[in-house]
Every structure is written in structure tokens, then in C-alpha cells.
């Protein structure tokens, strides 16, 4: 069983590698589902959907933890212990609503497993051509993402101009662009300091992204002289230490 677990999440197998797409394509219906519930009415079935996807996610969470060979250092990495809110939260029906939010939590894990990465620099061209902007841009939209889950679960029980997600997408990107239009704020103390880390780390993840944009694109590439890892795509020699490169292409475009 373990040996069998090991070569879905670990191997290199075509079986393998569909059954982590499969694992990237649940998470972001996951997504998609969470911010569409926002707009609904709690009802039963939503709320079994909800238990659902939490029993498939400690699934994968229990998988991921037979199959380590260092438990205790995987226990307590940052998205194992977001797996582990968004369980208790997608279980909510069970342990409380009150917790439900820490379910966007579980947008964390997304693009952020090497076995992922791996696999998309191998199969697309266009991912390993653009790796940086589309990791800064998958780490910006995640940070939005997860604020503005945090905004709207924290806010629209007191906070009469939070209606509804996009309401709370609104201000988390006016907050982010320090646009501050005024017309929507957080109310409290924590809805004050929730601002404050919206607006430092939100804009840190935007000039980011803008860095990688403006900067020539590059190709990664490791010296074996010096490691220098980019170059300029049509490099001979490493200008570093001048040792001569032999980069691979994509062939004519």
C-alpha cells in the first residue's frame, strides 16, 4: 500500500503524473467552489459538499503522511499545517461554522509541490519559458485569494459594507494598490491590523511580480563552473566565469 502510494505521489510514471494533475485540477475547483458558496445561502447539501471535499483532502493529507520518510519535518511545514486548518474548516458542519474561513487555506498547497513544478517545466514549454512571472503570479493571486477570504469571513457578520466576496475582493485590492477609495473599510482592531498585512505584503507580491516583468528575460541554466543559474537565451560562454555553455533550446519557433 505504501510502496503503491509512494509511486503516485513520487514517481515518474504516466499513471503518476495524471494523478497529480488530477490532485492540481480538484484544487482548483476547490477554489472555485469556495468562492461561489460565498454568494449561497448555508444549506444541507452545500454543507455535505463542504464535508466532501474535507474527507478527500485528509485523504490526500493521510497519503502524504504514510508515505514520508520524515514525518515530524513534514508535520509541521506551513502547508501541511494549512491542510490541516482547511480539514477542520471544510468539516465546519461538524465543528463549527465559526471556522469555516481556514478553508481558503488550502489555496497554499497550489503550485507549490516540486513534484508539480517538475512536471510543468517538462511538459510546457511555455511554463519553463515564463516560470517566474507565472510563479509571481500564482503567489500574488493566492495572497488575494486568501486575504480575501480572511476579509470576508471576518468582516461580514459586523461589518454592514461586506456583503458578499466580491465586496471584500474590492477592498482587498484597493488596499493592496493603497488606492483607498474610502467607501469600504474594516471595522476593529484586528480589522485594522488585517489591513495593515494586506497593504505591506500585498504590495511586496505586486512589485514583485512588476520586477519580473521588467527584467530581460532570462533562462535558467546551471554553469558547471561556477552554478551561475541565468543567462541571456542566446549565451555561449557563462558570463561569470567565461566557461563555455551548452543550453538546450525548443528548436525553431
Known sequence: M???LRELYEGNTHEAHQFRYALLVFDVTTILFIVVSSFLPRFQALEWFDVIIGCVVLADFIARLVISRNRWKDFIHP???ADVAAIISFLAPVVGEGIGFLRILRTLRL???????????ADS???RRNEELIIASVNLGVF??????????TQRWTNTKIGNYIDAL???IAALTTTGFGDITLTGTWGHLLSVVIMICGVTLFLRLVQVLLRPNKVRFACPACALQRHDRDAVHCKACGTILNIPDEGAI
Do not use: K
Open 144 to 153: 488575494i485569494f486568501v486575504m480575501t477570504g480572511f476579509v470576508f469571513e
Open 170 to 172: 474590492y477592498f482587498t
Open 111 to 121: 503550485l507549490h509541490t516540486y513534484q508539480l513544478l517538475a512536471r510543468l517545466r
Open 2 to 4: 505504501v510502496r503503491r
Open 79 to 81: 502547508a501541511t499545517l
Open 125 to 127: 514549454v511555455f511554463f
